[in-house]
């Protein structure tokens, strides 16, 4: 493994990246390709380490929908169970005969009672069964109202809804090298003032220590007013450059993380957006340029985005 050595004394770390200076002290890339911090919070009361909330609005569509029907099964279980230990003859109009018919009978009308639907065939006897049920209509309206809430909060949320190539690139740029990757938005929302900042996060020798240290690598444009097609950003790998004098080799030995803050406006949220992904030295790859992703229509009347050309590139021989 290399450590990072530099070629301008110049260049000055950035201490306000919210990471820590000392190496030892944490391991793995500081983001992941997401955008999440790489950070696993122990030490903390049970309750206090349950993030609900914020893992239920994080999680896929498709999980969360499971997630919301096994809970709506489950609860109907336990209320049916508690139901049968009552006794099935306190639930007038319950037309069973097996035991499964006797258990789909109460099942099927504690989810009535759950949703408050109450078709009324079978209605509760005594007070303790009415007690019951009065308890899971109010379970049930409380369920449905956490439920709709996060599906508000799940469609509501600002996304920046941007895409970035798999890889970065070190690419011929102006008689010499720079690094580039790009990124693109794939959803119809609009992202105007669209700002990117790069850093380099390395292990660097200091004082017969090994510490993190992180450099920003300038870009020509660094802004753009609208995020319409796909922006490819560039770090001209100049003498004032951390890279600079970095070769193949160089990039595949040196354990780096190069870490990329993009902020927008959606002009359909009316709000600000915050994205943000990374790029380990694995994942950068020497002597490429991406291909265009975009190219007239049929009727040269409008342009298509391709996006399955997103990650897409050719290598060059380059020195």
Known sequence: MAIFRRKNNILKSDESTGFGSHSK????RFYTKSGIPNVHKTGLAWLENISWYHKLLR???????LLIFTVYIILNLAFTIL??????????GVQGGTVID???EIF????QTFTTVGYGRVSPVGHLTSFVATFEAFIGLLS???????????FSKPESHIRFSRNALISPFKGGKALMFRMASFKDNTLSDVEVRILLAVK???????VNKFYALETPINRINVLTLSWTIVHPISESSPLFGFDENTILTTPMEIM????????IYSNNVITRTSYLNTEIVWGAKFKIMYRPDETHKTTVLDFSLMDDYEKLKFN
């Open 108 to 111: 099927f009308f504690s989810t």
């Open 59 to 65: 999680m896929s569509t498709g999980k969360f929908l």
């Open 204 to 210: 660097e020798e200091e004082n017969d220590e090994i």
């Open 260 to 267: 990329v803050f993009v902020k927008g406006f959606d002009e």
């Open 144 to 154: 449905f109202a956490i439920a709709t809430g996060l599906f508000f909060a799940r």
């Open 83 to 92: 139901y049968a230990i009552i006794g099935i003859d306190r639930l007038m």
């Open 25 to 28: 002290d944490n391991s793995g």
């Open 102 to 104: 006797d258990f789909l």
